[in-house]
C-alpha cells in the first residue's frame, strides 16, 4: 500500500529529558497501517529549513479512550537542527508526515521467547513490538540501556504489558524501584544468551530484535550469531526521501559467499538480518 | 477549453514539460506507488553506465541551507540490467523514459548508447558529461568544449535517439557549452547539473560526506540556474530542459520564461513525492489567470524591463 503524506497537528510534545521527547501526531490512518519497525519521514510543515524530512520509528500507535486509533508518536533525541526544531514543537503545530514506510519487524510466537535490545533512542521501534508481543502472549524481555537511568523511558508501559526489563546504565545509576546493571545492555544480553543455548530440540529458542548505537548493533549481531539465535536489526542512515529514490541511505549487505552490495535501508530495511549485514 | 501543455522537443511531443530529473526518482519504478508516471511528460532514469557500480561509501547526503549536497557516486546497475528488469515495467507503466548515460570514457558513452538504441521504450538518451562525484569521466568531458563536442558528435553517430547532453554549471561560461553541444548535433541541453561544493563539521573538523566533494541541489542553486539557462537560450537555437531547485509551478514557469521548452523536478522530490500533480495543477492555474492557451507560448518570454520602484 502507498504511503500516506499527511500534515498533520501535533497534539503534544511530551519533553521527558533536556534532550528527549515524545512528538504525538494526529494521523489516525497512518497509525492504523503502522506494523512494529516501519518509520515515518518528518519536518515541520512548510519550511524549507530543514528541506529535507528526518526518519523516525513509529515509538506508539495512539489511541484514544475508545480504543479508536488516533495517530502515532516518535521518539525525539535532540542531535542536530532538524531534532532540536522538533523538540521545540508545541501542540497545535504541523509537521509534514510521510508513511508508513519500510520493512517491519518480523513476528514470532510461544515458544520462541523475544529478546528486544535498544540502546538510547534505539528504544523507539519496540513500544509497538512489545504490545503486539504482548497480544500474541509471546514470553518477550526487553533489554534497555541509557547513559543514566534519568534516560530509561517508558519503563511502566512494558512492565504493564508483562515485559521483563532487563536495565543498564553507564554510570551505574538505579532507577526508582528498579535494579540497573553498571555498563552496556549487551553485557546481561551476552550472560542470557549463554544460558539459552539452544538444545537439539529447540533449534531457535529465541528472537534477538535489536535498535540502537552502530556499535551496539554490531555486537548484538554478532553475538546473536556466535551463540546461534537469530537476529532482527533495525538500521538508522542519514536518508533523504525515505522511498527507494536517492541512494543515500545505503548499507552493506552479503548474503552467502556473494560480495556485499550496498543496499537501501529505506526499502529493504529498517530492519535487517543481522546475518547479513556486512560491519566495517 | 483545457490548456494546451504539451511542448515539443526536436522530434518529441511530451504532453506536458515536466520531467522528472536523474538520481532525484531512482529508476522511475520507486516512485511508482505515489505517482502514475504516465501523467508525467518523462522520466530519467538514474546515471548508468556499461556496469554496475557501488557508488561512494555514506554518509552521502549533507542538508544545508534551502539545499543539499550529494556524493551518491553513481551507484547503478549498469545498462544491460536496466533494460532487462526496469525498461519493461516503465513501459507497461506508461513513462516516457529518458535514460541518463554516463561514462568513463568515450567509447563508454558510445557503447551504452549503443545498447539503449537496441531498447524498446526509451525516448531520449540524456548524456551526463557533468556528475561532480567521480573521478573519472563525466565531468571531464562536460568541463572541455573539445570534450563535449567530442562526445556528442561521437554518440550521435552512433544512436538515432535524441541525444541530450546535461551540462554542468561548474565552468565560467556554460552558453559556450551549450553552443559546442549543439555544433556537434545536441537535440536539446539540460541544465543544471549540480554545483560542486562541500560542507565541514566544525566540531569534529571533518567533512559531513565522505567523499568530501559534492553536488549542491535544492532551491539554493535556483537563481543561478535560472541565470545559465537565460544564458544559454539567447545563445543556442536548440530547446533546453531547465532545472535546479524547482519546488512548485512559479518555480517551472520561472525557468520556461528563461528559455526552457521543459524542466526537470529533482531534489523536490525527496521533499514532497506528491509535488508532481501540485506543479501540474500550477501550471494550469497560471495558465488560466494569464490567459495562455499554449504552455510553449510561455517559453523564453521573459521581459528585461527594469520592474517598478517597489515603495514599501
Redesign the interface.
Known amino acids: 500500500m502507498?504511503?500516506l503524506?499527511i500534515d498533520a497537528t501535533v497534539m503534544a510534545n511530551a519533553r521527558l529529558s533536556r534532550d528527549y521527547s515524545v512528538l504525538s501526531l494526529a494521523a489516525p490512518e497512518v497509525g492504523r497501517r503502522t506494523a512494529p519497525g516501519q518509520f515515518v519521514m518528518v519536518k515541520p510543515a512548510g519550511v524549507?529549513?530543514?528541506?529535507?524530512?528526518r526518519p523516525f520509528s513509529v515509538f506508539e500507535v495512539l489511541r484514544n479512550s475508545d480504543g479508536e486509533v488516533t495517530g502515532v508518536s516518535i521518539l525525539n533525541k535532540r542531535a542536530g537542527r532538524?531534532t532540536n526544531k522538533l523538540y521545540e514543537l508545541e501542540p497545535g503545530d504541523v509537521v509534514?508526515c510521510?508513511g508508513p514506510l519500510g520493512v517491519p519487524f518480523r513476528a514470532v510466537a510461544a515458544p520462541v521467547e523475544a529478546w528486544m535490545v535498544a540502546g538510547g533512542v534505539g528504544l523507539a521501534p519496540f513500544a509497538t513490538l512489545a504490545e503486539s508481543l504482548a497480544a500474541s502472549k509471546t514470553p518477550s524481555t526487553l533489554f534497555y540501556g541509557a547513559r543514566t537511568a534519568a534516560e530509561l523511558f517508558h519503563l511502566e508501559f512494558f512492565e504493564q504489558l508483562g515485559i521483563k526489563l532487563v536495565l543498564t546504565t553507564e554510570d551505574g545509576g538505579h532507577s526508582v524501584n528498579r535494579h540497573c546493571v553498571k555498563g552496556r545492555v549487551t553485557g546481561p544480553l551476552e550472560a542470557a544468551l549463554k544460558n539459552a543455548s539452544p538444545g537439539d530440540a529447540a533449534p531457535s529458542a529465541v528472537m534477538v530484535y535489536a535498535c540502537g548505537p552502530e556499535p551496539m548493533l554490531e555486537t548484538v549481531a554478532k553475538l546473536a550469531g556466535r551463540y546461534n539465535q537469530p537476529c532482527q536489526v533495525s538500521v538508522e542512515?542519514?536518508m533523504?526521501?525515505g522511498?527507494?529514490?536517492?541512494?543515500?541511505?545505503?548499507?552493506p549487505v552479503k548474503h552467502g559467499d556473494e560480495h556485499a552490495?550496498?543496499v537501501r535501508s529505506c526499502?529493504s530495511g529498517p530492519v535487517f538480518d543481522g546475518a547479513e549485514l556486512v560491519w566495517d | 477549453m483545457a490548456p494546451d501543455l504539451s511542448v515539443t522537443l526536436g522530434s518529441m511531443t511530451l504532453p506536458n514539460p515536466l520531467i522528472a530529473a536523474s538520481?532525484?526518482?531512482?529508476y522511475g519504478l520507486?516512485?511508482e506507488?505515489?505517482v502514475d508516471l504516465s501523467t508525467l511528460g518523462g522520466v530519467v532514469s538514474?546515471g548508468l553506465f556499461m556496469k554496475e557500480r557501488?557508488?561512494h561509501p555514506?554518509?552521502?547526503?549533507?542538508?544545508t541551507?534551502?539545499?543539499?549536497i550529494?556524493a551518491?557516486g553513481l551507484?547503478g546497475i549498469g545498462v544491460h540490467r536496466f533494460v532487462k528488469e526496469k525498461l519493461p515495467l516503465l513501459n507497461k507503466a506508461g513513462a516516457r523514459t529518458f535514460v541518463n548515460v554516463c561514462g568513463t570514457t568515450l567509447d563508454e558513452y558510445v557503447e551504452v548508447c549503443k545498447v539503449l538504441s537496441q531498447a524498446d521504450g526509451v525516448v531520449a538518451i540524456e548524456l551526463n558529461i557533468s556528475c561532480p562525484n567521480i573521478k573519472e569521466g563525466g565531468i571531464q568531458f562536460g568541463c572541455s568544449l573539445t570534450g563535449t563536442y567530442d562526445v556528442v558528435s561521437a554518440v550521435k553517430k552512433a544512436t538515432h535517439l535524441p541525444v541530450i547532453p546535461k551540462l554542468t554549471p561548474n565552468v565560467t561560461d556554460v552558453a559556450s557549452f551549450a553552443r559546442a553541444a549543439e555544433d556537434a548535433g545536441a537535440d536539446a541541453v539540460s541544465l543544471v547539473n549540480t554545483f560542486l561544493a562541500m560542507a565541514i563539521d566544525v566540531e569534529t573538523r571533518r567533512p559531513k560526506i565522505s567523499n568530501v566533494l559534492g553536488g549542491l541541489s535544492?532551491?539554493a542553486i535556483r537563481p543561478i540556474a535560472v541565470r545559465m539557462v537565460w544564458e544559454c537560450y539567447q545563445l543556442v537555437k536548440i530547446p533546453i530542459i531547465g532545472m535546479g531547485g524547482i519546488t512548485d509551478a512559479r518555480d517551472a514557469i520561472e525557468f520556461m520564461l528563461a528559455g526552457a521548452t521543459a524542466v526537470q523536478i529533482g531534489?523536490q522530490?525527496?521533499?514532497?513525492?506528491?509535488v508532481w500533480s501540485k506543479v501540474l495543477a500550477g501550471l494550469t492555474d497560471y495558465m488560466t489567470r494569464h490567459d495562455v492557451s499554449k504552455i510553449s507560448d510561455l517559453i523564453g518570454t521573459f521581459d528585461p524591463t527594469p520592474p517598478k520602484p517597489v515603495h514599501a
Do not use: H, W
Not at chain 2, 555514506?58 to 542538508?63: G, L
Open positions: 502507498p504511503p503524506d524549507t529549513d530543514p528541506l529535507l524530512r532538524s509534514s510521510l542512515r542519514v533523504g526521501c522511498l527507494g529514490g536517492c541512494y543515500s541511505c545505503v548499507v552490495n550496498l526499502i | 538520481g532525484c526518482f531512482g520507486e516512485y506507488p505515489v538514474k557501488q557508488g555514506p554518509p552521502r547526503i549533507v542538508e541551507p534551502a539545499g543539499m550529494n551518491i551507484q535544492g532551491p531534489t522530490n525527496f521533499v514532497d513525492p506528491f
